[in-house]
């Protein structure tokens, strides 16, 4: 179980990027963590990654814990080491090196040339377009192609947990499909999974249980059932349309392109 309680995370002492955060993800589930730009999102997932302090963020009160124990005094590679792995935004490929090269660098050091080329298998059957492609460099995949050798590269840690950034982020329709199904399929290989996503049809059909962050504070919580059944969710996530909403182009009723506006609270009775 990965417990984030009453956190509280500023960027240069000045920015409250995270202003009391508390979610749970019980192990074996998949949480979706919806918000609009700005909200938190990726702040809480460097939070729990340790790589907030490269951002120059800090956290300021809170605990973040895996099984009881506290990830807050771990570095980056001690918590991969512990088995929560990161997806980063942007999918950070390295561009220069094989799809071989890359899914390399996400193991562990101390994994063994055996393990390593078990754990590569089970990724090349996961993706067979990677295998095809395991000697060409990374940088000349798609984007659709790049987000797999991504989430690849993080299962070469063998996650107990994963973090997902948006991986969704810049694909067309069919590719988030797909990218839907791998998630539901690490899932069902015991992973716990942590996803951000703005776009909340995928997530909240992937997930078992869901949270939406508004302005660095959880405004909503609950099943993924529940949550794409309230009118605030449905109206500002799902891109469903609203007799009193006003959209970007000042017509009311039509869907918000590419986030939802904030406030999110004045949707919630
Ligand atoms: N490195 C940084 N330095 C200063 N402020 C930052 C930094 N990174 C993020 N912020 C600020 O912290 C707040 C939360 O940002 P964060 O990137 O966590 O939001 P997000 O929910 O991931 O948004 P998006 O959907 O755009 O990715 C925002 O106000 C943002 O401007
Ligand atoms: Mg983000």
């Known amino acids: 179980m990965l417990e984030v309680k009453d956190l509280h995370v500023t960027y240069g ?64 590679a001690a918590i991969v080491t512990s088995g929560v792995v990161q997806v980063p935004e942007g999918r950070r490929i390295f561009g220069r090196m094989t799809v071989e090269e890359n899914l390399r660098a996400g193991s562990v050091g101390n994994a063994s040339r055996s393990s390593r080329g078990r754990l590569q298998d089970e990724v090349f059957e996961m993706f067979p377009v990677l295998a095809d492609r395991r000697s060409g460099r990374a940088g000349l995949l798609s984007g659709g192609e790049q987000q797999m050798l991504a989430i690849g590269r993080a299962l070469m840690a063998e996650p107990e947990v994963l973090l997902m950034d948006e991986p969704s982020l810049g694909l067309a329709p069919r590719i988030i499909g797909q990218i839907g199904r791998v998630i539901s399929d690490i899932n069902s290989r015991g992973v716990s999974v942590l996803l951000v996503e703005q776009n909340a049809t ?67 009775s």
């Not at 997530?203 to 794409?228: F, P, Q, W």
Request: no cysteine.
């Open 13 to 76: 002492g000045a920015v409250r990027a995270l202003q009391g955060v508390t979610l749970s993800l019980p192990k074996g589930k998949v949480a979706a963590l919806l918000g609009s730009n700005g909200a938190g999102k990726s702040t809480l997932l460097r939070t729990i990654s340790g790589t907030l302090r490269m951002h120059r963020g800090a956290v300021t009160s809170g605990t973040v814990e895996l099984d009881g124990g506290s990830l807050l005094k771990r570095d980056a």
């Open 202 to 268: 995928m997530a909240l059909d992937v997930a078992d249980l869901a949270y939406v962050l508004d302005l660095g504070r959880v405004s909503l919580s609950g099943s993924a059932d529940e949550l794409a059944g309230t009118d605030a969710v449905r109206h500002l996530y799902l891109g469903e349309s609203s007799p009193d909403a006003t959209g970007m182009d000042g017509r009311p009723g039509s869907p918000v392109p590419g986030s939802a506006p904030r406030g999110l609270s004045r949707w919630v």
